[in-house]
């Protein structure tokens, strides 16, 4: 059964507030913005926004989260939210990719 959970094996800083997410027993790697995450998250995310902090990224807890800074930052994301935030964003380049279509081509 723990297999089947959703885990990080590795991650990378690929850009400002984005991450390379390579899934445990997947195949999937996401390419992960989290900009809107650490903007929503007031003064608790506010260390994230410094690359320096931002780019201390490491797997934790056998993979059921990314962590940042030392142990008592409490600076956490869970895998199973990280695996939403890829699919909201994957659904949201859909969306973008579409418009771009309509837009570039209006007899569609």
């Known amino acids: 059964m723990l297999e ?4 990080v094996r590795t991650v990378a800083v690929i850009g400002t507030a984005t991450l390379r ?3 445990r027993h997947r195949k999937q790697v996401a ?5 809107d995450w650490i903007a929503s998250g007031g003064g608790k995310l506010a260390p994230l926004a410094d690359s320096k902090t931002f780019d201390q990224v490491r797997v934790e807890d056998n993979g059921f989260e990314l962590a940042w800074g030392n142990s008592n930052a409490n ?3 869970g895998a199973t939210q990280l695996e939403r935030f890829a699919e ?3 659904g949201l380049s859909r969306a973008r990719k579409t418009i771009f279509r309509i837009i570039s081509n209006p007899s569609c």
């Not at 089947?4 to 885990?7: D, F, S, V």
């Not at 390419?31 to 900009?35: H, K, N, R």
């Open 31 to 35: 390419v992960i913005d989290l900009a």
């Open 75 to 77: 600076l956490f994301v």
């Open 4 to 7: 089947k959970l959703t885990r």
């Open 88 to 90: 909201d964003q994957k």
């Open 21 to 23: 997410v390579h899934w």
